[in-house]
């Protein structure tokens, strides 16, 4: 049993340490595509239109869009206020708006470069003042999108016992961590009998064709 204070042996960590690790992308799956993603290049706004260049060959590909999900769009975070792929509003810089599949990897990223889409630009709202000034609103009613009370003894009676108080504000900028878990993994859809002209393959899954509407 590992106990606090006992340094464990991390069973991988020779492998990514020298860089030998094997990842999803390492491998060759037989049918598999490769899905880049078309990502916003404006911070706020909202999409009007979306364009594919006729003279790129659209039958080889599959393109997911918003319209695609077969459930919710959503990616639950604090609240589910994140779309997965998005085709009106444009929240912030790099939104994923449509996937694109083809089973070379280097098509499959030139293919945004045949793509171009339409914004009504609006200004972004980038710091705290000017959320809580309500410059634009942007998470109904007041741009506050979480409220956590926390209550606990007499607040009173606290600072009138300290010996001294300090009072001040503290910002940090946002923080991330750097991932060296294998996160990730594979699944094959079975072929299923469809009247619809176009079939959207389960991730890692080989798939017809569909040109893009």
């Known amino acids: 049993m590992i106990a606090v204070g006992v340094s464990s042996h991390r069973k991988e960590g020779p492998e990514k340490l020298c860089g030998v690790a094997k990842y999803i992308d390492d491998y060759k799956l ?45 990616v639950t975070l604090i ?17 994923p708006i ?13 293919a945004l470069g045949h793509i171009a889409v ?6 972004p709202v980038l710091s705290l003042e ?6 634009d609103v942007l998470y109904a009613p007041d741009n506050v999108f979480k409220r956590i009370l926390i209550e606990k003894g007499d607040i009173g009676s606290g600072l009138a016992a ?21 996160c990730n993994g594979s699944s094959r859809g079975a072929r299923t009998r469809s009247a619809s002209s176009r079939r959207r393959p389960a991730a890692g ?4 064709r569909n040109t893009p509407t």
């Open 205 to 208: 899954s080989a798939a017809r």
């Open 162 to 182: 300290a010996d001294a108080i300090v009072v001040g504000e503290y910002r940090v900028p946002y923080q991330e961590h750097a991932y060296t878990k294998r």
């Open 118 to 123: 339409d914004y009504q630009e609006k200004t």
């Open 79 to 95: 609240e589910k206020d994140q779309p997965l792929l998005t085709e009106k509003r444009i929240l912030h810089a790099m939104e």
């Open 30 to 74: 037989p049918g598999c595509l490769f899905g880049v993603t078309l990502r916003a290049t404006i911070p706020h706004g909202t999409i009007t239109n979306i364009r594919f260049d006729s003279n790129f060959p659209w039958h080889e590909c599959v393109i997911a869009r918003a319209k695609d999900i077969p459930g919710e769009n959503v």
């Open 98 to 110: 449509l996937i694109v599949g083809h089973p070379a990897r280097d098509t499959a990223y030139q």
């Open 130 to 135: 000017e959320s809580i000034a309500l410059q």
